[in-house]
């Protein structure tokens, strides 16, 4: 029979090896589900137009899949510094639009105890000035007023022009494709200063939700862009996912596929996720509304099995 004096020590040994082993417990579960989450990314990932807004000309919303999957996975530290029209030298230089300061540098929001980190980021290198993506939409919506039935926004981009050798319609260098081919390196050096920064985090690339269909013939009478233009620009959004899983596969990070789970409701389909030129529902046009965040979340969470 145990002394007084021996239980009391064999109690506090039991207790103590519970603490440590709850405390062991804890911080595996919490390494497994990124208690220490920062989102890093552009318009998409803010999820802009999406109540509640903050950030001023970030627009960033707290109902993005950043906020959705930090919830989900009980974060214990959420860190959200993604804005609007951000390309990928936001991530490591301060965003000006409009000569305004918006945001600071995004990267300098990783620590060295960061355990994940997701990123959106690479739509608005498609554009040349401040606007990024939207000068894309604003191009087509206005080569659609003039140009209904042909391929006005590929025109620009893909310098279309009459051969009057050939007595055809070409095409030339793609502008589009080259910038998304530019964009490149300069995502794949910020994954490498990510996992510099963060060395023990996972770090998700999010590609872009299926903003226009497959079937250009959906968009019929839906959207200000012409059938031709839908068929063009649905290729362009196909080469710049598979642009950020290819840097994605070579940087050590998990590129994460949010077409294939919003395909179908897209803005020209009859329930969006992605809203068009007149949202129905809170969103920026051709940006995903509240539905489309969760459903970007919900792809975010499943990679992380």
């Given at each position: 029979m145990l002394s007084p004096a021996r239980k009391l020590v064999s109690l506090l040994v039991t207790s103590l090896t519970l603490v440590l082993t709850l405390a062991l417990t804890t911080s595996d579960?919490?390494?497994?589900?990124?208690?220490?989450?920062?989102?890093?990314?552009?318009s998409y990932a803010a999820g802009a137009?999406?109540?509640?807004?903050?950030?001023?000309?970030?627009?960033?919303?707290?109902?993005?899949?950043?906020?959705?999957?930090a919830a989900a996975l009980h974060s214990t530290s959420y860190t959200d510094v993604t804005c609007s029209a951000a390309k990928v030298?936001?991530?490591?230089?301060?965003?000006?639009?409009?000569?305004?300061?918006?945001?600071d540098p995004?990267?300098?929001?990783?620590?060295?105890?960061?355990?994940?980190?997701?990123?959106?980021?690479?739509?608005?290198d498609l554009g040349v000035g401040d606007l990024g993506v939207g000068e894309i939409i604003a191009t087509c919506i206005a080569g659609a007023v003039v140009n209904p039935f042909g391929t006005p926004c590929r025109d620009v981009y893909n310098h279309g022009h009459?051969?009057?050798?050939?007595?055809?319609?070409?095409?030339?260098?793609?502008?589009?494709a080259d910038r998304i081919a530019g964009a490149a390196?300069?995502?794949?050096?910020?994954?490498?200063?990510?996992?510099a920064k963060s060395p023990g985090a996972k770090v998700l690339v999010v590609g872009y939700p299926?903003?226009?269909?497959?079937?250009?013939?959906?968009?019929?009478?839906?959207?200000?862009?012409?059938?031709?233009?839908?068929t063009y620009l649905h290729g362009v959004l196909g080469r710049l996912n598979a642009m950020l899983a290819a840097t994605a596969a070579?940087?050590?990070?998990?590129?994460?596929?949010?077409?294939?789970?919003?395909?179908?409701?897209?803005?020209c389909s009859a329930s969006p996720w992605i809203e068009g030129a007149l949202p129905g529902s809170p969103a920026v046009p051709f940006h995903p509304n509240a539905k489309g965040e969760q459903v970007m979340a919900q792809a975010v969470l499943a990679a992380l099995k």
């Open positions: 579960a919490n390494a497994a589900t990124g208690s220490r989450y920062v989102a890093l990314g552009d137009g999406v109540p509640g807004q903050s950030a001023g000309l970030c627009l960033r919303s707290d109902h993005n899949y950043g906020h959705l999957v030298k936001a991530m490591t230089s301060a965003q000006y639009d409009a000569f305004i300061r918006v945001n995004q990267l300098n929001a990783l620590r060295a105890d960061t355990d994940l980190v997701t990123v959106g980021i690479g739509g608005n009459w051969s009057w050798s050939s007595w055809s319609w070409e095409y030339g260098n793609d502008d589009l390196p300069q995502l794949a050096d910020v994954l490498a200063r990510i996992h299926s903003v226009l269909p497959e079937n250009s013939s959906d968009c019929l009478g839906r959207q200000p862009v012409t059938t031709g233009d839908v070579a940087g050590g990070a998990t590129y994460v596929d949010t077409a294939g789970p919003t395909r179908g409701h897209d803005a």
